[in-house]
Protein backbone atom coordinates (compact mmCIF):
# COMPACT_ATOMS: atom_id res chain seq x y z
CA UNK A 1 0.00 0.00 0.00
CA UNK A 2 1.91 3.31 -0.95
CA UNK A 3 0.40 6.89 -0.62
CA UNK A 4 1.67 9.53 -1.27
CA UNK A 5 1.28 13.33 0.62
CA UNK A 6 1.10 16.74 -1.43
CA UNK A 7 2.16 19.48 0.20
CA UNK A 8 1.41 23.30 -0.54
CA UNK A 9 3.08 25.96 1.61
CA UNK A 10 3.87 29.54 1.13
CA UNK A 11 7.23 29.77 0.34
CA UNK A 12 8.85 26.56 2.17
CA UNK A 13 11.67 25.50 1.14
CA UNK A 14 12.46 28.51 -0.61
CA UNK A 15 14.25 31.73 0.59
CA UNK A 16 12.77 32.55 4.24
CA UNK A 17 9.80 31.97 6.16
CA UNK A 18 7.66 29.07 7.23
CA UNK A 19 10.68 27.43 9.64
CA UNK A 20 8.30 25.62 11.64
CA UNK A 21 7.78 23.03 8.44
CA UNK A 22 11.81 22.55 8.92
CA UNK A 23 11.19 20.38 12.04
CA UNK A 24 7.81 18.74 10.45
CA UNK A 25 9.10 17.68 7.15
CA UNK A 26 11.37 14.92 8.17
CA UNK A 27 8.31 13.27 10.05
CA UNK A 28 5.94 13.81 7.52
CA UNK A 29 9.01 11.70 4.89
CA UNK A 30 9.08 8.99 7.13
CA UNK A 31 5.28 8.39 7.21
CA UNK A 32 4.70 8.69 3.48
CA UNK A 33 6.27 7.22 0.32
CA UNK A 34 6.54 9.84 -1.57
CA UNK A 35 6.18 13.38 -0.56
CA UNK A 36 5.41 16.39 -3.05
CA UNK A 37 6.11 20.30 -1.89
CA UNK A 38 4.52 22.84 -3.51
CA UNK A 39 5.71 26.87 -2.79
CA UNK A 40 2.98 28.25 -4.42
CA UNK A 41 4.48 31.82 -4.10
CA UNK A 42 8.14 32.32 -4.63
CA UNK A 43 10.42 34.70 -6.19
CA UNK A 44 11.39 34.61 -10.09
CA UNK A 45 14.40 32.53 -9.56
CA UNK A 46 13.55 31.51 -6.10
CA UNK A 47 16.85 29.72 -3.98
CA UNK A 48 16.07 26.52 -1.99
CA UNK A 49 17.75 27.19 1.43
CA UNK A 50 16.45 24.24 3.77
CA UNK A 51 17.42 20.62 2.32
CA UNK A 52 14.38 17.82 2.05
CA UNK A 53 14.93 13.84 3.14
CA UNK A 54 15.49 11.93 -0.07
CA UNK A 55 11.76 11.13 -0.82
CA UNK A 56 10.48 14.57 -0.82
CA UNK A 57 10.15 16.54 -4.40
CA UNK A 58 9.95 20.04 -4.38
CA UNK A 59 8.38 22.47 -6.88
CA UNK A 60 7.41 26.04 -6.92
CA UNK A 61 5.01 28.14 -8.54
CA UNK A 62 6.23 31.73 -9.11
CA UNK A 63 4.23 34.88 -7.28
CA UNK A 64 4.52 37.22 -10.64
CA UNK A 65 3.05 34.57 -12.64
CA UNK A 66 -0.36 34.36 -10.34
CA UNK A 67 -0.48 37.96 -10.20
CA UNK A 68 -0.36 38.43 -13.90
CA UNK A 69 -3.10 36.31 -14.75
CA UNK A 70 -5.11 37.49 -11.44
CA UNK A 71 -7.53 40.13 -13.89
CA UNK A 72 -8.64 37.55 -16.02
CA UNK A 73 -9.55 35.15 -13.14
CA UNK A 74 -11.49 37.85 -11.28
CA UNK A 75 -13.50 38.24 -14.68
CA UNK A 76 -14.04 34.73 -15.48
CA UNK A 77 -16.68 35.26 -11.92
CA UNK A 78 -18.58 37.65 -13.24
CA UNK A 79 -21.62 38.49 -12.81
CA UNK A 80 -20.69 38.02 -9.13
CA UNK A 81 -23.74 36.45 -8.26
CA UNK A 82 -23.02 33.43 -6.72
CA UNK A 83 -18.90 33.81 -7.33
CA UNK A 84 -18.59 30.39 -9.42
CA UNK A 85 -20.54 28.71 -7.38
CA UNK A 86 -18.31 29.14 -4.15
CA UNK A 87 -20.44 31.54 -2.62
CA UNK A 88 -23.70 30.92 -0.57
CA UNK A 89 -26.14 32.90 0.91
CA UNK A 90 -24.28 33.64 4.30
CA UNK A 91 -21.14 34.72 2.17
CA UNK A 92 -23.18 37.05 0.14
CA UNK A 93 -24.51 38.39 3.01
CA UNK A 94 -21.63 38.57 4.53
CA UNK A 95 -19.71 40.72 1.85
CA UNK A 96 -23.03 42.95 0.94
CA UNK A 97 -22.64 46.54 1.08
CA UNK A 98 -18.73 46.27 1.27
CA UNK A 99 -16.88 46.59 -2.27
CA UNK A 100 -13.34 45.97 -0.47
CA UNK A 101 -14.93 42.67 0.84
CA UNK A 102 -16.52 41.47 -2.15
CA UNK A 103 -13.16 42.43 -4.06
CA UNK A 104 -11.57 40.32 -1.46
CA UNK A 105 -13.47 37.58 -2.19
CA UNK A 106 -13.19 37.78 -5.83
CA UNK A 107 -9.59 37.99 -5.32
CA UNK A 108 -9.20 34.99 -3.09
CA UNK A 109 -11.21 32.56 -5.32
CA UNK A 110 -9.25 33.77 -7.83
CA UNK A 111 -5.82 32.97 -6.44
CA UNK A 112 -6.81 29.95 -5.38
CA UNK A 113 -8.12 29.16 -8.80
CA UNK A 114 -4.90 29.96 -10.39
CA UNK A 115 -2.48 28.03 -7.66
CA UNK A 116 -4.68 25.05 -8.52
CA UNK A 117 -4.72 25.29 -12.08
CA UNK A 118 -0.68 25.78 -12.02
CA UNK A 119 -0.61 22.60 -9.82
CA UNK A 120 -2.39 20.10 -11.54
CA UNK A 121 0.40 20.81 -14.25
CA UNK A 122 2.71 20.28 -11.96
CA UNK A 123 1.55 16.91 -10.19
CA UNK A 124 0.52 15.40 -13.96
CA UNK A 125 4.17 13.96 -14.28
CA UNK A 126 3.94 12.53 -10.74
CA UNK A 127 0.85 9.86 -11.73
CA UNK A 128 -1.05 10.58 -8.63
CA UNK A 129 -3.54 7.47 -9.62
CA UNK A 130 -1.10 4.84 -8.67
CA UNK A 131 -0.75 5.96 -5.00
CA UNK A 132 -3.37 3.75 -3.00
CA UNK A 133 -3.77 7.19 -1.28
CA UNK A 134 -2.76 10.97 -1.25
CA UNK A 135 -3.12 13.61 1.18
CA UNK A 136 -3.49 17.21 -0.04
CA UNK A 137 -2.39 19.00 2.67
CA UNK A 138 -2.26 23.21 2.75
CA UNK A 139 -0.32 24.70 5.76
CA UNK A 140 -2.72 27.27 6.19
CA UNK A 141 -5.77 27.92 6.11
CA UNK A 142 -6.46 29.89 3.49
CA UNK A 143 -6.47 30.10 -0.06
CA UNK A 144 -4.18 27.49 -0.76
CA UNK A 145 -6.74 25.56 1.62
CA UNK A 146 -9.23 26.09 -1.43
CA UNK A 147 -6.73 24.60 -3.72
CA UNK A 148 -5.96 21.67 -1.51
CA UNK A 149 -10.25 21.13 -1.51
CA UNK A 150 -10.32 20.93 -5.49
CA UNK A 151 -6.97 18.93 -5.88
CA UNK A 152 -8.75 16.14 -3.74
CA UNK A 153 -11.57 16.63 -6.03
CA UNK A 154 -9.13 16.13 -9.19
CA UNK A 155 -7.08 13.06 -8.10
CA UNK A 156 -7.88 9.59 -9.32
CA UNK A 157 -6.34 7.42 -6.24
CA UNK A 158 -8.68 5.39 -4.29
CA UNK A 159 -8.82 7.49 -1.17
CA UNK A 160 -7.64 10.57 -0.83
CA UNK A 161 -8.04 13.11 1.88
CA UNK A 162 -7.88 16.99 1.83
CA UNK A 163 -6.65 18.85 5.39
CA UNK A 164 -4.61 22.07 6.50
CA UNK A 165 -3.71 23.89 9.37
CA UNK A 166 -5.00 26.59 10.64
CA UNK A 167 -2.83 28.99 12.77
CA UNK A 168 -3.37 33.19 13.05
CA UNK A 169 -4.04 35.72 10.36
CA UNK A 170 -5.61 32.86 8.87
CA UNK A 171 -7.90 31.39 11.39
CA UNK A 172 -9.18 34.86 13.57
CA UNK A 173 -11.39 36.89 11.41
CA UNK A 174 -11.35 39.93 13.97
CA UNK A 175 -7.12 39.88 12.82
CA UNK A 176 -8.46 41.05 9.56
CA UNK A 177 -8.94 45.12 9.15
CA UNK A 178 -12.32 44.15 7.57
CA UNK A 179 -13.16 41.85 10.15
CA UNK A 180 -13.38 38.97 6.97
CA UNK A 181 -12.07 35.69 5.83
CA UNK A 182 -13.93 34.52 2.86
CA UNK A 183 -15.50 30.88 2.15
CA UNK A 184 -14.73 29.66 6.13
CA UNK A 185 -18.23 27.90 5.14
CA UNK A 186 -17.39 26.43 1.86
CA UNK A 187 -13.82 25.45 3.32
CA UNK A 188 -15.12 23.79 6.27
CA UNK A 189 -18.37 21.90 4.31
CA UNK A 190 -15.54 20.37 1.83
CA UNK A 191 -12.04 19.66 4.10
CA UNK A 192 -11.59 16.56 5.62
CA UNK A 193 -10.07 18.46 8.77
CA UNK A 194 -8.55 21.92 10.09
CA UNK A 195 -5.93 21.68 12.28
CA UNK A 196 -5.43 24.70 14.73
CA UNK A 197 -2.51 25.23 16.83
CA UNK A 198 -3.82 25.64 19.56
CA UNK A 199 -6.95 25.01 21.69
CA UNK A 200 -7.89 28.54 21.87
CA UNK A 201 -8.11 28.64 17.83
CA UNK A 202 -9.77 25.25 18.17
CA UNK A 203 -12.95 27.21 20.40
CA UNK A 204 -12.77 30.40 18.28
CA UNK A 205 -13.81 28.42 15.21
CA UNK A 206 -15.83 25.83 16.83
CA UNK A 207 -17.82 28.69 18.46
CA UNK A 208 -18.06 30.10 15.15
CA UNK A 209 -19.12 26.60 13.54
CA UNK A 210 -20.63 24.09 15.66
CA UNK A 211 -21.92 22.25 12.90
CA UNK A 212 -18.27 21.56 11.78
CA UNK A 213 -16.76 20.74 15.21
CA UNK A 214 -16.33 17.13 14.55
CA UNK A 215 -13.41 18.50 11.76
CA UNK A 216 -11.85 20.62 13.74
CA UNK A 217 -9.35 19.89 15.82
CA UNK A 218 -5.73 21.09 17.95
CA UNK A 219 -2.61 20.23 16.82
CA UNK A 220 0.36 21.89 18.52
CA UNK A 221 3.42 22.42 16.53
CA UNK A 222 6.55 21.83 18.59
CA UNK A 223 10.34 22.70 18.73
CA UNK A 224 13.28 20.11 18.89
CA UNK A 225 14.34 19.17 21.27
CA UNK A 226 18.01 20.47 22.09
CA UNK A 227 17.52 19.81 26.25
CA UNK A 228 17.60 21.96 29.26
CA UNK A 229 19.83 24.76 30.01
CA UNK A 230 20.31 26.73 33.46
CA UNK A 231 21.25 30.06 34.29
CA UNK A 232 24.34 30.58 35.94
CA UNK A 233 23.05 33.57 38.64
CA UNK A 234 26.06 35.19 38.35
CA UNK A 235 26.27 37.68 35.32
CA UNK A 236 23.36 40.27 34.60
CA UNK A 237 19.57 38.76 34.65
CA UNK A 238 19.59 38.40 31.04
CA UNK A 239 16.55 38.92 28.87
CA UNK A 240 15.59 37.26 25.25
CA UNK A 241 13.31 38.48 22.80
CA UNK A 242 13.17 37.25 19.17
CA UNK A 243 10.49 38.46 16.58
CA UNK A 244 10.43 40.53 13.62
CA UNK A 245 10.44 43.99 14.25
CA UNK A 246 6.89 45.13 12.96
CA UNK A 247 3.75 47.24 14.91
CA UNK A 248 1.75 44.06 16.13
CA UNK A 249 5.37 42.46 17.74
CA UNK A 250 5.56 45.98 19.84
CA UNK A 251 9.33 45.64 20.54
CA UNK A 252 9.75 49.16 21.26
CA UNK A 253 7.33 49.12 24.14
CA UNK A 254 9.88 46.37 25.65
CA UNK A 255 12.54 48.74 25.09
CA UNK A 256 10.17 51.31 26.93
CA UNK A 257 9.64 49.18 29.61
CA UNK A 258 13.30 48.47 29.99
CA UNK A 259 14.14 52.31 30.44
CA UNK A 260 11.90 52.14 33.51
CA UNK A 261 13.63 49.74 35.07
CA UNK A 262 17.36 52.89 35.36
CA UNK A 263 17.52 53.33 38.77
CA UNK A 264 15.83 49.99 39.82
CA UNK A 265 19.51 48.37 41.09
CA UNK A 266 18.94 45.39 38.92
CA UNK A 267 22.24 44.32 36.39
CA UNK A 268 20.12 43.95 33.38
CA UNK A 269 20.99 42.25 30.07
CA UNK A 270 18.54 42.54 26.46
CA UNK A 271 19.61 40.69 23.39
CA UNK A 272 16.88 40.73 21.02
CA UNK A 273 17.29 38.72 17.68
CA UNK A 274 15.55 39.68 14.54
CA UNK A 275 15.59 42.65 11.88
CA UNK A 276 13.01 44.99 10.45
CA UNK A 277 12.37 48.54 8.89
CA UNK A 278 12.34 49.64 13.22
CA UNK A 279 15.85 48.33 14.10
CA UNK A 280 17.82 51.18 13.47
CA UNK A 281 15.31 53.33 14.97
CA UNK A 282 15.27 50.38 18.21
CA UNK A 283 18.83 50.95 17.89
CA UNK A 284 19.00 54.67 18.23
CA UNK A 285 16.49 54.70 20.93
CA UNK A 286 18.92 52.21 23.00
CA UNK A 287 21.69 54.36 22.93
CA UNK A 288 19.80 56.95 24.19
CA UNK A 289 18.09 55.54 26.93
CA UNK A 290 19.45 52.07 27.91
CA UNK A 291 22.72 52.91 28.62
CA UNK A 292 22.82 51.89 32.66
CA UNK A 293 22.40 48.15 31.24
CA UNK A 294 23.74 46.16 28.07
CA UNK A 295 21.92 45.62 25.14
CA UNK A 296 22.69 43.47 22.03
CA UNK A 297 20.86 43.64 18.47
CA UNK A 298 21.42 40.30 16.73
CA UNK A 299 19.44 40.66 13.91
CA UNK A 300 17.98 38.08 11.47
CA UNK A 301 20.11 34.77 12.43
CA UNK A 302 19.25 31.68 11.20
CA UNK A 303 17.24 28.66 13.81
CA UNK A 304 20.32 26.81 14.08
CA UNK A 305 22.21 29.73 15.58
CA UNK A 306 19.52 30.62 17.92
CA UNK A 307 19.45 27.58 19.12
CA UNK A 308 23.24 27.18 19.67
CA UNK A 309 22.71 30.78 21.50
CA UNK A 310 20.62 29.13 23.68
CA UNK A 311 22.57 26.06 24.10
CA UNK A 312 25.60 28.29 25.06
CA UNK A 313 24.60 31.09 26.72
CA UNK A 314 22.62 31.48 29.89
CA UNK A 315 18.97 32.95 29.87
CA UNK A 316 17.20 33.87 32.45
CA UNK A 317 13.53 35.44 30.37
CA UNK A 318 12.02 35.25 27.56
CA UNK A 319 9.78 38.19 26.63
CA UNK A 320 6.60 38.46 24.03
CA UNK A 321 5.02 41.20 23.84
CA UNK A 322 2.60 40.42 20.86
CA UNK A 323 -0.69 42.21 20.21
CA UNK A 324 -2.17 39.42 18.82
CA UNK A 325 -0.58 35.85 18.28
CA UNK A 326 -1.93 31.75 17.25
CA UNK A 327 0.70 29.89 19.76
CA UNK A 328 4.53 31.51 19.55
CA UNK A 329 6.74 28.77 18.66
CA UNK A 330 9.83 31.32 19.82
CA UNK A 331 7.84 30.98 23.10
CA UNK A 332 7.83 26.83 22.39
CA UNK A 333 11.58 27.27 21.71
CA UNK A 334 12.73 29.46 24.89
CA UNK A 335 10.32 26.96 26.92
CA UNK A 336 12.29 23.96 25.36
CA UNK A 337 15.55 25.10 27.29
CA UNK A 338 13.96 25.67 30.52
CA UNK A 339 13.36 29.46 29.91
CA UNK A 340 10.35 30.81 31.58
CA UNK A 341 8.51 33.71 29.72
CA UNK A 342 6.86 37.15 29.86
CA UNK A 343 4.48 37.31 27.25
CA UNK A 344 0.87 39.20 26.16
CA UNK A 345 -2.33 37.00 27.21
CA UNK A 346 -3.36 36.71 23.92
CA UNK A 347 -3.98 33.74 21.38
CA UNK A 348 -3.10 30.17 22.26
CA UNK A 349 -0.08 31.83 24.36
CA UNK A 350 -1.25 31.07 28.05
CA UNK A 351 -1.36 27.13 26.81
CA UNK A 352 2.35 27.58 27.22
CA UNK A 353 2.95 30.52 29.26
CA UNK A 354 0.99 29.42 32.25
CA UNK A 355 0.57 31.94 34.91
CA UNK A 356 2.54 31.50 37.45
CA UNK A 357 4.43 28.07 36.78
CA UNK A 358 5.96 28.52 33.29
CA UNK A 359 6.06 32.11 33.59
CA UNK A 360 3.53 35.00 33.59
CA UNK A 361 1.20 36.31 31.59
CA UNK A 362 0.47 40.18 31.09
CA UNK A 363 -2.79 41.90 29.71
CA UNK A 364 -2.51 42.75 25.69
CA UNK A 365 -2.83 46.69 25.97
CA UNK A 366 -0.28 46.52 28.92
CA UNK A 367 1.66 49.67 29.63
CA UNK A 368 5.34 49.94 29.64
CA UNK A 369 5.15 50.37 33.20
CA UNK A 370 3.25 47.39 34.00
CA UNK A 371 5.85 45.33 32.13
CA UNK A 372 8.57 47.06 34.16
CA UNK A 373 6.92 45.82 36.95
CA UNK A 374 7.01 41.97 35.56
CA UNK A 375 10.11 42.64 34.62
CA UNK A 376 11.05 43.33 37.74
CA UNK A 377 9.74 41.01 39.66
CA UNK A 378 11.27 38.25 37.64
CA UNK A 379 14.84 39.26 38.34
CA UNK A 380 13.72 39.29 42.17
CA UNK A 381 12.12 36.15 42.52
CA UNK A 382 14.57 33.50 44.93
CA UNK A 383 16.51 30.88 43.47
CA UNK A 384 14.26 28.08 44.03
CA UNK A 385 11.48 30.04 42.74
CA UNK A 386 13.13 30.24 39.73
CA UNK A 387 14.43 27.16 39.27
CA UNK A 388 10.93 25.91 39.79
CA UNK A 389 9.70 27.90 36.86
CA UNK A 390 12.69 26.52 34.71
CA UNK A 391 11.89 23.10 35.74
CA UNK A 392 8.26 23.45 35.06
CA UNK A 393 8.74 24.99 31.49
CA UNK A 394 10.69 21.45 30.83
CA UNK A 395 7.97 19.61 31.62
CA UNK A 396 5.20 21.31 30.31
CA UNK A 397 7.13 21.55 26.66
CA UNK A 398 7.61 17.83 26.77
CA UNK A 399 4.08 16.85 27.57
CA UNK A 400 3.01 18.92 24.86
CA UNK A 401 5.42 20.87 22.68
CA UNK A 402 8.13 18.44 21.49
CA UNK A 403 8.50 18.30 17.74
CA UNK A 404 9.39 14.31 17.42
CA UNK A 405 6.07 13.51 19.48
CA UNK A 406 3.46 16.11 17.86
CA UNK A 407 4.76 15.84 14.28
CA UNK A 408 4.92 11.76 14.41
CA UNK A 409 1.32 11.82 15.49
CA UNK A 410 0.49 14.71 13.25
CA UNK A 411 2.01 12.69 10.32
CA UNK A 412 -0.05 9.55 11.11
CA UNK A 413 -3.53 11.25 11.84
CA UNK A 414 -3.29 12.50 8.01
CA UNK A 415 -2.59 9.34 6.55
CA UNK A 416 -5.42 8.60 3.58
CA UNK A 417 -5.39 5.03 4.13
Known amino acids: MKDCLVLLTKTFPFDKGEEFIEDELPLLAKAFD?????????????VQTRSVPENVCVRSIRAAKVKRSLAGAVARQFPFK??????GKDERNAVKGSLKKKLYLSYFIAKSEIVYDETVKILAPFSLQRYDGVTFYSYWFYDIAMAAVRLKRYCQAKTKLAVCRAHGYDLYAYRNSMNYLPLRQYLLKNIDKVYTCSQDGNDYLTGLYP???EKIQTAYLGTRDY??????????FHIVSCCHIVPLKRVDLLARSLSLLNGSGLALKWTHFGGGGALEELKKYAAENLRFMEYDFRGEVKNSDLMAYY????????VNTSSTE???????????????AIATDVGGTGEIVRDGETGFLIEADFTPDKLASAIRSAAELPAEERKKLRENCRS??????????????????????
Open 326 to 340: GLPVSVMEACSFGIP
Open 311 to 318: QNTPVDLF
Open 396 to 417: VYLSAFCAQDNFAAFAQQMKPL
Open 34 to 46: QVIIVATSTADNP
Open 82 to 87: DYKGYS
Open 227 to 236: GATEADGTGP
Open 211 to 213: QYA
